[in-house]
């Protein structure tokens, strides 16, 4: 019996072994690899593929290619101020007005949100909109209290600016916001204040998550569709001049 004890762990390794012994491993034997590099210059026009979406494509151009205006200078996206950015923001502003009941203290909209560099001069086109907001935003309008308000400034100090509203002027120091100004006067941290934005930045994107639970009027209109509506309903009679005043120091 002691001898059987004895032999035992020794049986057991014995099996250990085995077992591992014949573990099957599977191995990648070969790969065949092709590369093919297509550019407008190798690549061929298949006729089929054109005949088919050439109706689609000529009513999309057809709707793309609308003149909303005329734009008198380049537009061009830069930080802390910019004429496209000034521009942009003002549109918010008076569109806001107009879709919402009341007037709004100033509208913000995120740097990353206006996605062009530049907006030529010449015609300005529905697809000139579509290009700077491609995103399925809406415009939206929040009550903040003075502290939220506050918040909201200071992420804009901290980024280096983004696009704001006439209505709004501030400086940035050690990345926060100081000498705020709205509708001229001195920002009071007792009072509220009604701000327009996508809704984007209202859902807490772009580091706003303070402002997520915030009450919303949100009337479900995308941004791009209210430029565009707004351009239909008030065609501009002259060349649209971008304002190039500071309003972030």
Not at 119 to 147: C, H, Q, W
């Amino acid at each position: 019996m002691k001898a059987l004890k004895r032999l035992f762990p020794l049986f057991i390794a014995v099996l250990l072994l085995s077992a591992c012994s014949k573990k099957q491993y599977v191995h990648v034997a070969d790969i065949d690899t092709d590369y093919i590099r297509v550019n407008k210059y190798s690549a061929k026009e298949d006729k089929t593929v054109k005949d088919m979406i050439s109706p689609y494509k000529a009513q999309l151009d057809a709707e793309m290619n609308v003149v909303l205006g005329v734009v008198a200078e380049d537009m061009n996206k830069a930080k802390p101020n910019s004429n496209l950015g000034n521009w942009f923001a003002d549109l918010l502003q008076n569109i806001a007005n107009i879709e919402y009941e009341g007037y709004v203290d100033f509208a913000v909209q995120n740097y990353g949100g206006l996605r062009v560099p530049t907006v030529a001069k010449g015609d300005l086109t529905v697809g000139d909109i579509y290009e700077v907001m491609p995103f399925d935003n809406n415009l939206v309008v929040l009550r903040l209290s003075g502290e939220k308000t506050l918040m909201l400034l200071n992420r804009i100090a901290d980024y280096g600016g983004w696009p704001i509203s006439s209505n709004l002027s501030m400086a940035i120091e050690d990345d926060k916001a100081i000498d705020i100004m709205i509708k001229g006067e001195p920002f009071d941290i007792k009072k509220s204040y009604r701000i327009a934005m996508p809704d984007y930045t209202a859902n807490g994107g772009d580091r706003c998550a303070f402002l997520k639970g915030e009450k919303q009027e949100n009337n479900d209109k995308l941004i791009r569709d209210l430029i565009i509506e707004y351009f239909q309903n008030n065609p501009p009679t002259e060349a649209i001049v971008a304002p190039t005043g500071k309003r972030i120091f």
